[in-house]
């Protein structure tokens, strides 16, 4: 089992960067396909990056080009680098383990959620 701890949000201008962190404790997180989703007031969950147990990457298309994301075994975290962010991004931003061996978009695959840091992006 792991433990998921997200921080790194807050209130930003259009077109700032934001960089969140995923803490996790328990395992190490290179056991894990790592996820990160977002979900605004009224939408859906949706899927923004994963990075795979071989450290592959995979971006939603809204994203791509401006988000990367990465992880650092020596502190056990996930990072979600966040550039040109645009008002559309604002959400609360989860991160997600899914003890799967294939990488998936799907939310629904994954067993282990943080709670969630919120990003505010000002027009």
């Known amino acids: 089992q792991v433990q998921l701890v997200e921080s790194g949000g807050g209130l930003v201008q259009a077109g700032d960067s934001l960089r969140l962190s995923c803490a996790a404790s328990g395992r190490t997180f290179s056991r894990y396909v790592m996820g990160w989703f977002r979900q605004a007031p009224g939408k859906e969950r949706e899927f923004v990056a994963l990075?795979?147990?071989?450290?592959?990457?995979n971006y939603a298309d809204s994203v791509k080009g401006r988000f990367a994301i990465s992880g650092e075994n020596a502190k056990n975290t996930v990072y979600l680098q966040m550039n040109s962010l645009k008002p559309e991004d604002t959400a609360v931003y989860y991160c997600?383990?899914?003890?799967?061996?294939?990488?998936?978009?799907?939310?629904?695959?994954?067993?282990?959620w943080g709670q969630g840091t919120q990003v505010t992006v000002s027009s």
């Open positions: 990075i795979s147990r071989s450290g592959g990457t």
């Open positions: 997600a383990a899914d003890r799967s061996a294939v990488p998936s978009s799907e939310w629904t695959r994954y067993d282990y």
